[in-house]
């Protein structure tokens, strides 16, 4: 079993900064994609980035030059920093993390989710 931890979250003016943690832990032998998706009221989750294990990175349109996803692949942790932050910015943000367990089975594990509230 694979255990995701989220951090970061919180209320912040428009314009502002905020920084996401998500520890992954448990049964992992390999980590290969790690994401962050996030999802507004009556909307659909949706992914915002993602990064791979050797580090190549892709970025949803509307977060591009804004966010920012790193990793660190010996704490099994991703992060987003998130600058520029705009009210339609608001929603719950998510971890997602797919790798392989001890007996090679594929695993695809949810962080808890973490609210972001920007104020315009």
């Known amino acids: 079993q694979v255990q995701l931890v989220e951090s970061g979250g919180g209320l912040v003016q428009a314009g502002g900064s905020l920084r996401l943690s998500c520890a992954a832990s448990g049964n992992i032998v390999t980590i290969d994609t790690m994401g962050w998706y996030r999802q507004a009221p009556a909307n659909q989750r949706e992914l915002i980035a993602a990064?791979?294990?050797?580090?190549?990175?892709n970025y949803a349109d509307s977060v591009k030059g804004r966010f920012t996803i790193s990793r660190d692949n010996a704490k099994n942790t991703i992060y987003l920093q998130m600058n520029s932050l705009k009210s339609e910015d608001t929603a719950v943000y998510y971890c997602?993390?797919?790798?392989?367990?001890?007996?090679?089975?594929?695993?695809?594990?949810w962080g808890q989710g973490t609210q972001v509230t920007v104020s315009s």
């Open positions: 990064i791979t294990s050797d580090g190549n990175n």
């Open positions: 997602n993390v797919r790798g392989k367990d001890r007996r090679w089975h594929g695993f695809d594990s």
